[in-house]
């Protein structure tokens, strides 16, 4: 059986990520995988549970406690106020010009149907019990490009997408759509997450079903024997510029 702890430190060690990966469980009516060890955060939004997720910290998320209202809406807690249904308050954060084109988004937006899930539990993976539903890795563009390509390894050269509204990055983006759709999806970030959270600016996040971890890791193994180091060490770059100075 796969150890998730040394799971989580060999994708550390490998992409070079300074946070932890991050477990998340969709948890159902009587889903009993959030023990006593998980701290029910009240007043978080989903983005903010990741962020003290990734520092080392096991939260609990139960549908009163998630204050986005977006995605409340997307984790199937809550209607979507009409408010932003209707475009105006994305016109109102100045994130659109045009109500229609918010209410376009939120249309579109992928969500858990009603019901479905009742509380999310997140936790550093490395100190994960059972396979999560999603895992969740916020970084560097360059560690989680290497991410990316392990993934198109498994998936035998097909070409990867990344689906987003540039809003609701970590819920719909990193969560939600892997569980759903049963595949990697990657992100610039959002509004939201990047108001909201420590999300450096140089930093994007990925998400990818907790089914995957094995075969990614196995892929990522064969990266880091030869493409990963021989990459970084950027020999191409360093022979232009020795070039560069030769005509100098």
């Not at 070079?16 to 959030?34: C, F, I, N, Q, T």
């Not at 659109?96 to 997140?122: K, L, S, W």
């Not at 719909?172 to 990657?186: S, W, Y």
Request: proline share 6%; glycine share 8%; charged share 25%.
């Amino acid at each position: 059986m796969l150890e998730l702890d040394r799971a989580a430190l060999r994708m550390k060690e490998v992409l070079g990520l300074e946070a932890e990966p991050v477990a998340v469980y969709l948890l159902g009516p009587g889903d009993h995988r959030a023990d006593a060890s998980f701290i029910q955060a009240s007043g978080h939004r989903y983005c903010q549970a990741l962020m003290r997720a990734r520092r080392g910290e096991r939260i609990l998320l139960t549908s009163q406690d998630l204050t986005c209202p977006a995605a409340a809406a997307a984790f199937g807690f809550r209607p979507l106020p009409e408010g932003l249904a209707n475009g105006k308050g994305l016109v109102g954060f100045g994130i659109v010009e045009d109500a229609a084109t918010g209410r376009a988004m939120f249309d579109a937006m992928p969500r858990i149907e009603a019901g479905h899930v009742t509380a999310i539990a997140v936790a550093p993976l490395a100190s994960a019990t059972t396979l999560p539903d999603v895992i969740v890795v916020e970084g560097r563009p360059d560690a989680l490009m290497w991410l990316a390509l392990a993934d198109l390894n498994v998936a035998r050269g097909m070409r990867r997408r990344g689906d987003t509204a540039v809003l609701q990055a970590t819920c719909v983006d990193a969560t939600i759509i892997p569980h759903l759709e049963q595949r990697l999806n990657f992100s610039l970030g959002c509004y939201g997450c990047r108001e909201a959270t420590d999300l450096e600016p140089g930093e994007a996040v990925i998400g990818f079903p907790g089914s995957r971890l094995e075969p990614l890791l196995d892929a990522l193994d064969h990266l880091a024997a030869k493409a990963i180091p021989r990459s970084r060490a950027r020999a191409a770059f360093m022979n232009l510029q020795r070039k560069d100075a030769g005509h100098e």
